[in-house]
């Protein structure tokens, strides 16, 4: 069982549910403060940051395939290099957020984009390192991050199945076994028809680890389904209101959104439950209620059973009405009041 600081990762505990930040601090650090709050408030269980700098995750260059021309993308008419410092999140913000999170009792860790950035969260002592789904095939960047010996938890947008299992065999190379893959659709915002989330128990079954989800979609559905299908974290961009603005603000989840995703993640999971048939022990008191036999006139004794005098009713306490064809025509060997439960011993 992999732990994030003391917090157990698995399908026997609820899932873990990750508030991804980003940039939607909007530069601000109060703001930044108000979104920890927010999380924890919410719920849920960390918070996530992304530890880059413009100059760490691209070059400044605004023309060919620096420049966001796609008129799809949120981000269109920006260069990288100027959406991402936007984006970032200041590094000398990192451990007054970190430290924020303790004390409103939630873990934060961070998404690391290049050698630099693992260096300094080592020196933060983060918990956990996140694989950003545009990473997850920068082998040298997870094995760095995968040599710390912590938690790597890597999300699988775009990867076919053999660059999930390169990055794996990575991280494992290593001699590290605590990984967590997401399930990921690397679209802004995604949709419900492309997020294939029926992936989350191959994904166990082809890499032997725990899954979940990172989650671009709307609302809480995905994620929720997600669960009954093994999930057992599930990742969230967060915001305190999406009229804000922000980078990622029009696919981020609002407070009360994510309180809800908190709650119906955890009901979710409490019901699967396991395999069971027949009444558990809770509903062994409602057997009463069931369809019975039962005596609906008053009979003499040695009058013959008729579909007049005898039928299938509630409460359960008679015999049972799968009996019924086999009791008609049989008399009755004493009077028996109307409202009795029909017993073997009245026949014959």
Avoid at 83 to 92: D, G, H, N, R, S
Avoid at 106 to 123: H, K, R, Y
Avoid at 287 to 315: C, H, Q, W
Wanted: with cysteine; proline share 5%; aromatic share 8%.
């Amino acid at each position: 069982m992999i732990k994030i600081s003391n917090v157990p990762i698995s399908r026997d505990h609820k899932p873990f549910i990750i508030a991804e930040m980003s940039g939607n601090h909007n530069h601000s650090l109060e703001r930044a403060f108000e979104i920890v709050d927010a999380a924890a408030e919410s719920g849920a269980h960390a918070l996530k940051l992304q530890t880059y700098t413009a100059d760490t995750i691209t070059i400044d260059k605004s023309e060919g395939e620096f420049f966001i021309s796609d008129p799809k993308s949120l981000w269109k008419g920006e260069s990288l290099y100027n959406l991402y410092k936007q984006a970032f999140t200041p590094w000398e913000w990192h451990k007054p957020i970190i430290d924020r999170c303790k004390e409103k009792g939630i873990l934060c860790f961070s998404s690391p984009f290049d050698f630099t950035a693992v260096d300094f969260l080592e020196e933060l002592n983060v918990p956990a390192y996140k694989i950003a789904s545009f990473e997850n095939v920068d082998l040298p960047l997870i094995k760095k991050v995968a040599n710390t010996g912590k938690p790597i938890i890597v999300s699988t947008g775009m990867a076919t199945v053999q660059e999930i299992a390169e990055a794996v065999e990575t991280i494992r190379s290593t001699g590290n076994e605590q990984i967590i893959l997401l399930k990921c659709t690397s679209t802004y915002p995604a949709t419900p028809e492309t997020t294939n989330i029926l992936t989350i128990p191959h994904l166990r079954e082809l890499f032997g680890c725990e899954v979940g989800l990172s989650d671009h979609t709307m609302g809480i559905g995905v994620s929720v389904a997600s669960v009954a299908l093994g999930a057992v974290v599930i990742e969230k961009h967060f915001t305190l209101n999406r009229k804000d603005g922000g980078v990622d603000s029009t696919f981020s989840m609002e407070p009360k959104e994510m309180n809800s995703l908190v709650i119906e993640t955890e009901r979710a999971w409490q019901a699967l439950g396991k395999i069971n048939y027949g009444p558990t022990e809770k509903e062994k008191a409602s057997l009463v209620f069931r369809r019975s036999l039962y005596v609906v006139e008053d009979i003499k004794a040695g009058d013959m059973i008729t579909e007049k005098n005898v039928r299938s009713i509630r409460p359960g306490l008679g015999l049972p009405p799968k009996f019924f064809d086999l009791v008609m025509g049989k008399r009755v060997n004493q009077d028996v009041k109307r409202g009795t439960g029909l017993s073997w011993e009245m026949l014959g």
